[in-house]
């Protein structure tokens, strides 16, 4: 994973790059894996771009709804599905609900979640070796780990600073 991104972007970033970058990742990522980047797809990755934090799908389908009739929720699943497949896409168990991701990785990378209990962004940082200790911890007692989901919820120094 390249840690070229801000953990927490600045709140008067140029939000519009920011998602045409992450927009021109998910594109580079879908075409290195030939895997078809559908009209739906990136809408769906569009819609999770709208802010950098969370949304459920109904909320996905809501902010669809507002530039084209509204999509069925098995739709938007799947595409869901898709992005999460490619890593292009989170999911955040304890909100149940979706974050784009426009980092270089792919879905088996193990990664914190840093979740602002104000403004409710999301930051993500590396934690493999986070999670191969409490993978080793679990399979040492005869467990086999399956998925590791590492959230930490807190306050963003955006936040803190204001």
């Known amino acids: 994973m390249t ?10 970033h140029d939000h519009d790059r920011c998602a045409a970058d992450a927009i ?28 950098h934090r969370p949304l459920g799908a109904y909320e996905v389908i809501d902010e669809l709804a507002k530039s084209m009739p509204r999509p069925a929720p098995i739709t938007v699943y799947r595409a869901l ?21 426009a980092h270089d990785h792919d879905a088996a990378a193990m990664v914190a979640f840093l979740i602002c209990e ?19 911890a679990a399979r040492s007692t005869g467990f086999t780990p399956k998925l590791s989901v590492v959230e930490i919820t807190g306050i963003c120094a955006h936040c803190q600073a204001a």
């Open 3 to 12: 840690a070229v991104k801000p953990t927490f972007p600045a709140p008067d």
């Open 24 to 51: 021109r990742h998910a594109e580079k990522v879908c075409e290195r894996r030939a895997q078809k980047f559908t009209p739906i797809r990136r809408q769906v990755l569009q819609a999770l771009l709208s802010s």
């Open 81 to 101: 599905d898709f992005l999460m497949d490619n890593g292009l896409v989170h999911r955040i168990e304890s909100r149940n609900a979706y974050l784009a991701c």
């Open 118 to 136: 104000r403004c409710g962004s999301v930051g993500e940082i590396p934690a493999a070796p986070v999670a191969q200790s409490l993978n080793a």
